[in-house]
């Protein structure tokens, strides 16, 4: 077995890309592909992660300016590589040309004035469409990938219900 080949395969970062689509204001559907075959994507249904984000109303999210954050979880099973190792996960979707780095809400989507934004659960951002993207250290075996999203208000907009 070639270890330096294996080291550099590991250090080589893996790539998530990720499209998303707002089905309605209360579910973000995630669908994507895992770039390096140091891992496998859990899908479940058609979708790696589904969230619901909580009821807020106009009047809140003006006042606060964005709801509750929402766990995300991408699963990943069967990594292989070193003891541990880093990967860099990067989102991608339709950007809210009024937010950058937040992602739109779909066409479809009754809800107007707000974006979605995401991060790492220790509150580091993760932009939409973002070469930077995040870093994980995975182990060997199953891991998760932890973010939050939230609803962001518009600067200086009213958001409508949908």
């Not at 294996?6 to 592909?33: E, K, P, R």
């Not at 991408?74 to 003891?83: E, I, M, T």
């Not at 993207?133 to 518009?154: D, H, I, M, R």
Request: proline residues 4%; negative net charge.
């Amino acid at each position: 077995m070639n270890l330096k080949r294996i080291s550099h395969c590991a250090a080589a970062l893996a790539t998530v890309l990720l499209t998303a689509h707002v089905q309605a204001a209360d579910n973000l559907h995630f669908y994507g592909n895992l770039l390096s075959k140091s891992c496998t994507l859990v899908v479940q249904g058609e979708s790696l992660a589904d969230v619901h984000f909580p009821t807020v109303s106009r009047k809140d999210l003006m006042v606060t300016g964005q709801s509750a954050r929402v766990p995300v979880v991408f699963q990943l099973k069967d990594c292989k590589g070193p003891a541990q190792y880093e990967v860099r996960v990067t989102l991608t979707g339709t950007e809210d040309s009024e937010q950058p780095g937040f992602l739109a809400l779909d066409a479809s989507s009754g809800a107007q004035g707000v974006g979605i934004g995401m991060e790492k659960t220790d509150g580091t951002p993760v932009p939409i469409n973002n070469t930077s993207g995040a870093t994980f250290v995975l182990s060997n075996g199953n891991n998760n990938l932890n973010f939050n999203a939230w609803l962001q208000a518009k600067s200086g907009r009213g958001s409508d219900d949908g």
